[in-house]
């Protein structure tokens, strides 16, 4: 375990907020209102973490609109994005319309994408590229289910997974990775810090082995999978662990505004 988040000086934390499908864009404004005041109040330091939501397709632009009307230190990503740039996709929504609406990041083969909408490791690398052509920063999303841990220990398979998506991954383009055990997801179950430590330094070796030793330096690996205002700084503290992607926590206005304050509770 590291010593301090202090010894992670080139890399920004990233705090990201998964709504999954909640809030509609009336809730969202709401939502995002309160949560920048919320965050001004506490004097939080937007330059030393950084704050991204991911909120349903139908409210980024609303969401754009009030980033940009009140010029608010916060990110916002799609939770999705199509391989295809247009065309006959129904359903699908394009990175170039993503691109458009300011999008910084884009999830990328979340596990309910996979297990739900069959999401394979081809059709992640693929997204991967796409996000990649429309400068939309990819957050690959990555972990292993409880039967992968029991049959293959705890790193095989994200670290497989995450292979397989760099093969999409542009040269020189920034990719965020998040590992997000299945086992832990909406469970209430978190991995400990010293578990996501291990699978998050595998995927920095693989990040070294792949991108090189500067390039994965450089990029940020979030732990995902019931984290908490509790838990957080516990995960923060670790060496490779670089920033937070939350789920059921990130409704919660409070809640995720003390996960984005973590630094408060380090030492605690
Ligand atoms: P929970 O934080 O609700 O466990 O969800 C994690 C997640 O899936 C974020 O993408």
Known sequence: MADSVTQKPTRTPLIAGNWKMNLDHLQAIAFVQKLAWTLKDAQHDFGSVEVAVFPPFTDLRSVQTLVNADDLPLAFGGQDISQHDSGAYTGEVSGAFLAALDTAYVLIGHSERRQYHGETDEIVAAKTAAAHRHDIVPIICIGETAEDLEAHGPAAVPVAQLRAALEGAATG???????????????GQAATSEQAQQVC????????EVLGADAAAATRI????SVKSGNIA?????TDVDGALVGGASL???????IVRYQKHVGT
């Open 173 to 187: 383009k920034e990719i965020v990775v998040a590992y997000e055990p299945v086992w832990a997801i909406g469970s």
């Open 201 to 208: 330094a595998a995927l920095r070796a693989l990040l070294v």
């Open 222 to 225: 979030l732990y995902g999978g």
């Open 234 to 238: 516990g995960f923060m503290r670790e």
């Open 252 to 258: 919660q206005l409070e809640e995720f505004a003390s």
